[in-house]
């Protein structure tokens, strides 16, 4: 994998840690979830009709997260004021995380990448990344609640690309089942030894 030049981005480099989730156990949720070629096909047709409206889509995600003041939080200094040096760095980090969602190899490297995302929400990780003084922790359930506003907000998008009713559900639904997978794997360091 070649590195891509946004700050914070490290996945596929040595700065990762290994996942203590196992390939094999991937392949199980992956089949738990229904995730199988059919959705990366579907994942892949999407980024071309997601790739020319990446701005369009952290707009709607930033002002959702901008009008919600719970999930704001996470990027607030000790002023009491979001960093907007911080939201910026998360945002071009967020916008190469949609193209990694469409074009996940669910290799190694993608496995301990989840993981470095799910430390970076917790108190073992987060504001390490961009060296800021902001919440120290992501409350497990916001992460997790996520999942509908992100891909509920992504299907006008797809609709926006020209794609038929059909294939918009088909990619929507890929990218449902995407999601959850990685807020599942980002969950494992908020797990106590052996509960994942």
């Known amino acids: ?11 596929g480099t040595d700065a990762v840690p290994r996942s203590p989730v196992s390939l094999a156990e991937l392949e199980l949720l992956r089949a738990t ?11 892949h047709r999407s980024s071309e009709l997601l790739a020319p409206r990446i701005d369009a889509i ?12 719970h999930l704001l939080a996470a990027f607030t200094g000790p002023d009491g004021q979001p960093d907007q040096e911080y939201l910026a760095a998360v945002r071009r980090r967020f916008g190469r995380w949609i193209f990694d969602t469409a074009w996940a190899e669910y290799d190694q490297a993608w496995l301990d990448y989840q993981h470095e995302i799910g ?29 509908v506003p992100i891909t509920t907000t992504l299907k006008p998008f797809l609709v926006e690309g020209g794609a038929s009713p059909e294939e918009v559900e088909v990619m929507h639904q890929a990218w449902v089942k995407a999601v959850l997978l990685q807020l599942i794997l980002w969950s494992q360091p908020y797990a106590r030894d052996g509960d994942f």
Not at 33 to 43: C, H, P, R, T, V
Not at 58 to 69: E, H, I, S
Not at 127 to 132: L, P, Q, S
Request: proline content about 5%; hydrophobic content about 40%; overall charge negative.
């Open 1 to 11: 994998m070649t590195q891509i030049d946004i700050p914070g981005y490290t996945y």
């Open 58 to 69: 952290l707009d709607v995600w930033y002002g959702f997260v901008g009008a919600n003041p």
């Open 119 to 147: 430390l970076r929400h917790t108190r073992r990780g987060k504001n390490r990344t961009d060296g800021v003084q902001a919440a120290d922790h992501i409350p497990l359930r916001y992460v997790l609640a996520l999942l």
């Open 33 to 43: 979830l229904l995730l199988g070629d059919d959705d990366q096909i579907a994942l």
